[in-house]
């Protein structure tokens, strides 16, 4: 029986879609239970700040992504306009509790395609499977249901997307996959000496 592990993610990161293409494997092994959560809610939940917010680093990131799709043979552009308003996707997502197919169609509209599922909102539902007169969710309800997703993704100790939670333990970003395997491998794995050294080492920044 498949080992159930969750994949956090939200529609803004171009990095969720290259995991996405790439799971092929991590699925032969695990039972990947997709979770819709809010990225610019997460980091401000953690007093964090996104790529996009530092220039420099937004530079290199975006380059880094048409570099690694090149690499792995994954079609990809970038939509006009980066980063864009994710809270609807993300919550129409979420209603209809979206399925790989419903998630890939929606990722693929934007970094396959390159367009902008803001501006282009009917054509996005669309391309999902929904009626092009689908409005954009706007209950109580279903903002409160994202946002508790959200805060439970932070509880679990997610800090950014794509995120596998496997047992616990975080795996964070594509180049993280391979370490996915071996923990499975070996599911003792983080009770080495060496990584409880590693979680254990001091933090003056912690202490000031």
């Not at 809010?38 to 380059?63: D, I, S, T």
Request: hydrophobic share 40%; aromatic share 12%.
């Amino acid at each position: 029986m498949k080992k159930d592990a969750y994949f956090y993610y939200d529609l803004i990161s171009p990095f969720a879609y290259l995991f996405l293409k790439a799971r092929a494997s991590l699925e032969a092994r695990l039972n990947l239970i997709p979770q819709p959560i809010f990225l610019p809610g997460l980091l401000r939940l953690q007093n964090n700040r996104g790529p996009a917010e530092v220039a420099p680093k937004r530079e290199h990131l975006y380059q880094f992504c048409v570099w690694r799709a090149k690499k792995l043979g994954i079609p990809f552009q970038f939509p006009p306009k980066h980063p864009f308003a994710s809270a609807p996707m993300q919550r129409l997502l979420l209603q209809h509790q979206a399925d790989w197919t419903m998630i890939e169609a929606a990722f693929d509209f934007v970094f396959k395609a390159g367009r902008d599922p803001e501006v282009e909102w009917p054509a996005f539902c669309q391309n999902i499977g929904l009626s092009i007169d689908t409005e954009k969710p706007q209950s109580d309800e279903i903002k409160t249901a994202l946002s508790q997703r959200t805060q439970a993704a932070a509880d679990a100790g997610v800090f950014g997307v794509p995120t596998l939670v496997v047992d616990g333990h975080v795996f964070w970003g594509l180049d993280t996959i391979e370490w996915v395997h071996e923990f499975l491998d070996n599911p003792t794995m983080f009770e080495d000496p060496e990584y409880k050294r590693a979680r254990n080492t001091e933090n003056p920044l912690l202490l000031r």
